[in-house]
């Protein structure tokens, strides 16, 4: 029992390093503002498959905290910090709802209300400067094809941590760990 536990812990402060260090390449690659905090949640999420949801929910604590920091790129932290580095773990509750339509509105008012807070407070409350020229630049149409695209981004993203999990669970673990694959369900 104790050599389980030190496993599981030294396994989440090894994947919250590795969350981290992809943050912090994030912020030094142009381009990475959305794809270092998706990985990271991916990251987060074998997290919680490892280690139970406790200790993911620590170790997301821990990296949304320390990108906040020490991360030049506010939005990306935010990013990370406000969504995509928690609704990996929020995911296997909201996939318990039976009603496909009910499931697909609860995520995306989800996704909404958290892009719009997280810019709420990059553009009102905590002004950066080139985001907020950047986006006053915008026309309200700009800013409805962005949330669409957005939208449908998050549904790829939603797809994804789908088949990785999936990925993880029937292939990857065994060759990691030695232990043996957990069946994960169909394969989405």
């Known amino acids: 029992m104790r ?36 990985i990271g949640g991916i990251l987060i999420m074998l997290t919680a498959e490892e280690c139970g949801p406790r200790a993911a929910w620590g170790s997301y604590a821990a990296v949304a905290l320390l990108s906040l920091w ?43 209300a ?5 810019y709420l407070v990059l553009l009102v409350l905590f002004p950066v400067g080139y985001l907020t020229a950047e986006m006053g630049g915008y026309g309200r149409g700009m800013i409805t094809v962005l949330l669409v695209l957005a939208n449908l981004a998050f549904g790829l993203y939603d797809l994804a941590l789908c088949r990785v999990r999936w ?22």
């Open 3 to 38: 050599q389980k536990r030190s496993r599981q812990v030294a396994f989440g402060g090894m994947m919250a390093a590795l969350t981290l260090a992809v943050m912090l390449l994030g912020g030094v690659i142009p381009l990475a503002t959305f794809c270092a905090p998706a």
């Open 70 to 112: 020490l991360l030049p790129d506010v939005e990306m932290s935010m990013i990370f910090a406000l969504f995509l580095g928690w609704y990996p773990l929020a995911k296997p509750r909201l996939d318990q709802l039976r009603r496909r339509a009910l499931r697909l509105a609860a995520k995306l008012v989800l996704f909404n």
């Open 114 to 118: 958290a892009v719009q807070l997280m």
């Open 167 to 188: 990925l993880y669970l029937a292939r990857l673990r065994p060759r990691l760990t030695g232990r043996p694959a957990r069946r994960p369900g169909r394969r989405p």
